[in-house]
């Protein structure tokens, strides 16, 4: 199993952090699975201008081609003024609308007010299913207050990092039968 942690913006260090602690859990409680960390704050990614994915060169094309190569992603994503950033946007849009197909995505959010939780309810959880996502429905909401100097302090988010985790890794074998027991039927 190949997981992708997507950061979605360029700036901030609460997205990273979360990402990073979420994909130590993946590493210490999956040893066998290859995760990768993309923060998009490390690459330089073109405007999407309507291409094929595999026509753009850099960190365009490595970005859009370790998100395709992934079995399952894990997206996180800051919220500001309302709204999801437009890097992370930019992604959905340079990559097809099946890109999501028979793969398991699941959500982490940091936001600065409570309120923002809609956010993903009503913007990000719709393009993933527009983009044929396996969408893991509970996803981690993290506040600003539930950070200190680049750490997570609140138990409650690890344990919640913790069962997103899991969630992705079941959800995930759950869909690899399923697709088994469909292609068994094709090939009889």
């Given at each position: 199993m190949n997981i992708v942690g997507l950061s979605g913006s360029r700036v901030g260090s609460k997205t990273r952090t979360a990402m990073e602690y979420t994909l130590g859990v993946v590493a210490e409680k999956y040893p066998d699975v290859q995760t990768t960390l993309i923060d998009l704050a490390e690459y330089d990614v073109q405007f999407s201008d309507g291409r094929d994915y595999r026509e753009y060169?850099?960190?365009?094309k490595?970005?859009?081609q370790t998100i395709m190569d992934a079995d399952a992603i894990?997206?996180?994503t800051p919220i500001?003024?309302?709204s999801i950033p437009a890097t992370l946007k930019n992604i959905f849009d340079l990559i097809p609308v099946n890109a999501f197909q028979d793969k398991v995505v699941s959500m982490?959010?940091?936001a600065g007010s409570p309120k923002h939780y809609l956010i993903v309810e009503q913007q990000l959880k719709p393009i993933l299913c527009y983009m044929k996502a396996q969408v893991v429905q509970t996803y981690v909401f993290i506040e600003a207050k539930d950070f200190n100097q680049k750490e997570i302090i609140n138990d409650d988010v690890l344990f919640r990092i913790d069962h997103l985790v899991e969630d992705t890794e079941v959800l995930f074998?759950?869909?690899?039968k399923i697709r088994q027991q469909k292609e068994?039927?094709?090939h009889v």
């Open positions: 060169e850099g960190d365009t490595y970005v859009t894990i997206i996180g500001f003024q309302a982490l959010v940091t074998e759950t869909y690899k068994a039927v094709y």
